[in-house]
């Protein structure tokens, strides 16, 4: 049986991640700071072993892969520091990954990028052939990583990728000091709980969501392939939802939850960017994967299961 280690395995997608490796066979060593997230309790705990460090001081493991996860979405000013600091807490762990896979001779490693790397793009497929255009330094660290990983790939014969996620839901998303701010299905999730109302600023928008736990079995494709032709893979399925239809779905879920379609103003404040959807083309081409889950009553419900019981242990 093949072992991974996953970095920023507390998180809402590491701590999915893990999960969906270990019930795909893996065994899974998980690094994190700490382990608070409620959803190490649903972990395989026979095939998953938490580690508490960083990046910096990782235990020498004989692995067959590494996913690394960790990462800080929070701004400068959200964690009170300068844009040079907030930019090192993602860059230093990544650089100090990579030493430590090539020092223990792990062969395949994931590293986890975003659609951050753009500011803005058409409402059209987005495929990985598209140069980044990232604003900010959430963005712009992830746009070094994908940079990083190709010329590691390309100059030095490192067997690393890239899988780029786009809006992603699911269990075991909260607030937290690294992730200030929720997924747009996320918080209308936490507004209906904890406020009874739903805000819907755009709700003829039209947007790319993927099942959190549907990402970890992507991964597990792409460390079982037997080759990779690139460095970049787009993770996200084909599915596109308006914000309105989703935010019905939610309400139907919450007893008494209401919808609030604020003022044009408001709703310019509060919109997430619009971005086009990311193409899965060459994901679908080089490893098969195509088994993607349908955003449906069923699926957002289990996902609520998990906020709700959250926010009364709170």
Known sequence: MKRVIVTGANGFVGANIVATLA????????????????????????????????????????????????????????????????????IEPLLQVMEYAEAEGIQRCVFISSNAVFRHTPATPIDEMRPPDPLGVYGLAKTMMERTVATMRHA?????????????????????PTRPKLSMVGQMMQDALSK?????????????????????????????????????YNLASGERKTDLAIARMIQGLVEGAALHFPSANESLARSPAKLGWLDNSRLRRDTGFDDWTAMSQDTLGTVLASLAGHLSDA
């Open 23 to 90: 019930q795909g066979g893996w065994l899974v060593s998980a690094l994190d700071w700490a382990f608070d997230n409620p959803a190490v309790a649903t972990w395989t705990h026979d095939r998953v072993e938490r580690l508490r460090a960083s990046c910096a001081d990782m235990p020498s493991i004989s692995a067959d892969a590494l996913v690394h996860a960790a990462f800080v979405t929070a701004t400068p000013e959200e964690r009170g520091e300068s844009p040079e600091d907030n930019l090192r807490a993602n």
């Open 156 to 176: 030095h014969c490192r067997d690393m990728v890239c899988a780029r996620l786009g809006g992603v839901y699911g269990s075991y998303e909260y607030h937290r």
């Open 196 to 232: 009874g109302e739903i805000v819907v600023s755009t709700p003829a928008e039209r947007r790319q969501w993927t099942l959190a736990a549907d990402i970890g079995r992507a991964i597990g494709a792409l460390l079982r392939a037997d080759s990779l032709k690139h460095s970049l």
